[in-house]
């Protein structure tokens, strides 16, 4: 219908690209579809409830019910707003959303790279947490609860059979997945 980013408005883009690609073609909003993803060809194979969380530049969820996507867009793009820290700003600190990668790198911790006064690093929290640096794992720590919350209120409201944590932050392995299921009581 509508594409900001490459100017599109109402391109019938699906049918086109059929046509060019000889197989049907689906679009849907990248989490549902990640999430669909998962459920066909990955952790979730087999399993017919289960939530993905796709943890990156922000952070979204898609519920799968019965081995199907929940439809509408609400829960994709909202779920990232989860209130997982009541202290926190509203819209700030407080949701969820700002635990993703580019959160962490923002939040006024992270720890200096090129030695200047006031320098700021561009690599991941994750990296200088596994590092042993005291305040990458103190804004760690602080991820790891927030996470940890959104997981116990999603596990405790819809009892998925699994929960698949993806997205680049994933990619951070045990220093985030161990600390996570221990805080979340999840397995």
């Known amino acids: 219908m509508f594409s900001a980013n490459l100017g599109f408005r109402q391109v019938p883009l699906r ?23 998962e459920g066909e060809l990955g952790a979730a194979r087999g399993v017919r409830d289960y939530l993905f969380l796709p943890i990156g530049t922000g952070i979204a969820g898609a519920i799968v019910l019965d081995g199907r996507p929940t439809p509408g867009t609400a829960m994709p793009a909202r779920s990232g707003n989860m209130i997982v820290d009541p202290d926190g700003p509203v819209c700030g600190l407080r949701c969820a959303r700002m635990y993703g990668g580019p959160g962490l790198r923002r939040r006024d911790r992270v720890p200096a790279t090129s030695g200047a006064p006031g320098a700021r690093s561009r690599r991941t929290p994750a990296r200088a947490a596994r590092r042993g640096d005291p305040d990458a794992l103190a804004v760690w720590q602080i991820a790891i609860d927030a996470l940890a919350t959104g997981l116990a209120a999603y596990a405790t409201l819809l009892a998925p059979e699994l929960v698949v944590i993806g997205g680049g932050l994933a990619e951070a392995g045990d220093i985030l997945l161990s600390p996570l299921a221990a805080n979340s009581t999840l397995d």
């Open 15 to 37: 049918d086109l690209i059929e046509k060019r690609v000889d197989v049907p073609v689906a679009f849907d909003h990248d989490v549902r579809a990640g999430g669909l993803a």
